[in-house]
């Protein structure tokens, strides 16, 4: 089975814009999670979906949001950037909540 | 609130040497899962594996083993006869069962295994 795809890899954006990251769970996988890694928080959940329903929230703000579609696939997007955004963003799947989560590549986005 | 704990930071170790990385966690929750995850230098988390509270018995897989000890909240992870492969950041992660989705980790453990 093809992995976890994440889309862009790379994303160099200015303070203020947005931004929309993809993710493709393996297939099969229905519970799409997402988590940020910073050098300084390290890693931290942001949220998940399972059933295009989102089911917990990391304690991020209103900035961050996300969906997921009828086909599994996610999408999160983080409004008006700040330099503190900086980090790699990671998608992970799962087969039911619970289960091992399968990470993808992330996507490291640059705020400059 | 669930909290995990890597207080090795950086562990050097010459090749076959064996390591083991050291996990504490703390929760509330009776129904919990601990997990292991690698993280090589290209970024990408690797699941290694996830233990359930239930389940104290010991894994091996290879040259890794795990060792899970509710006694002392502690799921620690060895790497017998370390390979220069094994260079990485390794996780200990958390889930409790209301939030089975939503992973603790602790801070890492950055491996590196030299010649």
């Known amino acids: 089975k093809a992995g976890v795809t994440q889309t862009p890899r790379y994303l160099i954006k200015t303070r203020g814009q947005q931004v929309t990251l993809s993710c493709s769970p393996i297939?099969?996988?229905?519970?799409v999670s997402w988590y940020q890694q910073t050098p300084g928080q390290g890693l931290q959940f942001l949220f998940e979906?399972?059933?295009?329903?989102?089911?917990n929230k990391g304690n991020f703000p209103g900035r961050f949001s996300g969906r997921q579609f009828s086909n599994s696939r996610s999408e999160m997007n983080v409004s008006t950037l700040e330099l503190g955004d900086s980090a790699l963003y990671l998608c992970?799947?799962?087969?039911?909540?619970?289960?091992?989560?399968?990470f993808g590549p992330g996507t490291r986005l640059t705020v400059t | 609130a669930q909290k995990v704990t890597q207080a090795q930071t950086e562990i050097s170790v010459v090749e076959k040497e064996d390591v083991t990385l050291d996990c504490v966690y703390e929760?509330?929750?009776?129904?919990?899962?601990l997990f292991w995850y690698k993280q090589p230098p290209s970024g990408e988390l690797v699941f290694l594996i996830r233990?359930?509270?239930?389940?104290?018995q010991n894994e091996i897989s290879g040259r890794y083993s795990w060792n899970f000890q509710k006694s002392t909240s502690s799921f620690n992870f060895t790497i017998t006869a370390s390979q220069v492969v094994d260079s990485a950041v390794y996780f200990c992660?958390?889930?409790?069962?209301?939030?089975?989705?939503?992973?603790?980790f602790g801070t890492g453990t950055r491996l590196q295994v030299t010649l």
């Open positions: 992970a799947s799962s087969l039911h909540r619970g289960s091992g989560q399968y």
């Open positions: 297939s099969g996988h229905r519970s």
């Open positions: 979906y399972f059933s295009e329903t989102q089911r």
């Open positions: 929760t509330r929750d009776t129904t919990y899962y």
């Open positions: 233990r359930n509270s239930f389940d104290e």
């Open positions: 992660a958390l889930s409790e069962s209301g939030t089975a989705s939503k992973l603790t």
